[in-house]
């Protein structure tokens, strides 16, 4: 063997090894399933797909639970991982999942709502592949995703997003982002076909409120609040100053841009008779000025460079020591989601929805995320999902 | 769809280019490296794994 093909063999087998490591752990995070342990109020189980035909078979396709009262009521809709590197918003939908109990109305819970984007993420940017959540019988294992949808199954991408239906230019990168793809079209890219099929679950489930779960930067003004567009305002703003009195704990009301298209508390509202409700609880990991992205900076919100620029009132949210941990989030996300509920159901009381056994936040404070999930080794096998 | 599927032909194009360069490559070592670095991501997305 010549000189030349000694180097290239070594080159080879070098990079070849280095490809292979990195390939196996990305294969294997985009194929890793996550189980979920269906809670006594589950009482049936969908795919996106039913309601947009596009999705059939496609990575983008997901399940959507429904937890059926014994009495008629109103509909509220949760969904969870629109963005999946915020997912604060996924452990409070499967808090709901796998604990609530509805006893009047309906519940319908889109857990992975972007799949596809839950199994995608930024190695670039130094984002873990996964998180843990400790739990009394072991550590409960997700993905952690990325904001927008894997090009393997959106591409390409334009150079600028021509928004449908009002035709406004967002970033090119927002053709595969669910929270600027609404209304959607049952023929557009695959994320509008997402949104498509949620709208057309809403306006045929005749779906009263609508909550999409979501994190937002301590620096960024529109973080820690429910953004809600004129037609939920009023409960917004109701629920906002209920659970300061009742709970402690701040989250304001952002009114929804007319101007900015493409988002749920814009479009859901717009194109249905669904009320509906963002929530953003504030999200440490995503903020740009922070030490390594790491689980630990994502599960207690702690960083020192955050901590020195709080000093400097340079963050939009309260911040010391104790960081930002994960327990505190969802504890918001839930309280927030049970506050809409009631008021809503207060002031439409033939729409009422009652939900029984899902904790608030104090209760999430004390107990932490995981005393709420079951095992699914102990679960019986029909009631455990893979999504 | 027609886009995707040529994006993907162009892709096994441009990788067979640099796997021609790398094999006729006889003297620079590290452009024999910089051939297979810049491989990486085209292999991973013809695998679809990234």
Partial sequence: MSSHWKIKVILLIFIGAISAVAGVQLYRHRHYMVPIVAGPGVTKVMKLSDFGEGLKGTMADTNVFFLEGKEPGGKVLIMANTHANEPAGLLAALVFFENAVVEKGTLIIIPFYDNSAGRYTRPGDGYPLYFEIKTEWGSKIFRMGNREASPLDQWPDPDAYVHYPDKQLLSFLDVRNTNRTWPGRANGPLMEKVCFAAMELMRRERVDIAVDLHGAETMFPVTNCIVAPDKSMRIATMTSLTVKAKEGFENHVEPSPKGFRGLSHREIGDYSDTMPFLLEAPLPFLDQPTGPKTVKLLLDGKDPFLLSLSKKKKLFVPYDESGWPMEKRVGQHCSVMLEIIRQFSKKIPERAIEIQNVPRYAELVKNGVGHYYHDPAKAPEASVYYD | ?50
């Fill in chain 2, 1 to 50: 769809m027609l886009i995707t599927i040529i994006y993907y032909l162009i892709s096994a194009y441009i990788l067979a280019m640099l796997i021609w360069n790398f094999i006729k490559e006889k003297k620079s070592w590290d452009d024999m490296l910089l051939y297979l670095l810049v491989m990486i991501p085209l292999v991973l997305r013809i695998l679809r794994i990234k």
